[in-house]
T-cell receptor, first 113, second 113 residues
Framework: NAGVMQNPRHLVRRRGQEARLRCSPM?????VYWYRQLPEEGLKFMVY????????ESGMPKERFSAEFPKEGPSILRIQQVVRGDSAAYFC???????????FGNGTRLTVT | GESVGLHLPTLSVQEGDNSIINCAYS??????FIWYKQESGKGPQFIID?????DKRQGQRVTVLLNKTVKHLSLQIAATQPGDSAVYFC????????????FGQGTILTVHP
């Protein structure tokens, strides 16, 4: 049973470029969450999605960040015009429809140069 | 909003000792609590959870204690092993979704052989 799959594991972007982070939830899980972890800090909630719907994006920065979870394919977190402050580890987690503990992927480490 | 704090940022123990990691939370209405373990370069891994109608729950070598009176949570690891070395986070759901978590800053556990 494959866990939550994230790719790429590492991503380097220059300032002003776009970053696309992908997440495939565990089989049978229809709820996807994105979290950001800055160095030496805990994880911070960004967005909660179900298939084709954004349920809660209260943790997303108002500009440059967007997320989707299409009917087919992985969930995508997109960061446009990246800045150095976007450098962080981005984790995706999934859960089944009922309230259950989240299962996390191993993250994408974004470095903005 | 919810805030979650940890009393000690680092904890060093000898192999075979018992470890206790503490966590305080602020919202007395919180009814579900989770401990995660994060190893270097990996995503958080679920360890154990507890609901507010319980004050103790045991897993394999781990026990979580909940004191709702003082809003305090602890994770006890018995016979700590080098493989237990990691960062430990307590987390509390906010809102209606159990996946929208507020994480503490983390306690770094180092186990010396």
């Amino acid at each position: 049973n494959a866990g939550v799959m994230q790719n790429p594991r590492h991503l380097v972007r220059r300032r002003g470029q776009e970053a696309r982070l992908r997440c495939s939830p565990m089989k049978g899980h229809s709820h996807v969450y994105w979290y950001r972890q800055l160095p030496e800090e805990g994880l911070k909630f960004m967005v909660y999605l179900q298939k084709e719907n954004i349920i809660d994006e209260s943790g997303m920065p108002k500009e440059r960040f967007s997320a989707e979870f299409p009917k087919e394919g992985p969930s995508i977190l997109r960061i446009q015009q990246v800045v150095r402050g976007d450098s962080a580890a981005y984790f995706c987690a999934s859960s089944p429809p009922h309230n259950s503990p989240l299962h996390f992927g191993n993250g994408t480490r974004l470095t903005v140069t | 909003g919810e805030s979650v704090g940890l009393h000690l940022p680092t904890l060093s123990v000898q192999e075979g000792d018992n470890s206790i990691i503490n966590c305080a939370y602020s919202n007395s209405a919180s009814d579900y609590f989770i401990w995660y373990k994060q190893e270097s370069g990996k995503g958080p891994q679920f360890i154990i959870d507890i609901r507010s109608n319980m004050d103790k729950r045991q897993g394999q070598r781990v026990t979580v204690l909940l004191n709702k009176t003082v809003k305090h949570l602890s994770l006890q690891i018995a016979a700590t092993q080098p493989g237990d070395s990691a960062v430990y986070f307590c987390a509390v759901p906010g809102g209606t979704s159990y996946g929208k978590l507020t994480f503490g800053q983390g306690t770094i556990l180092t186990v010396h052989p």
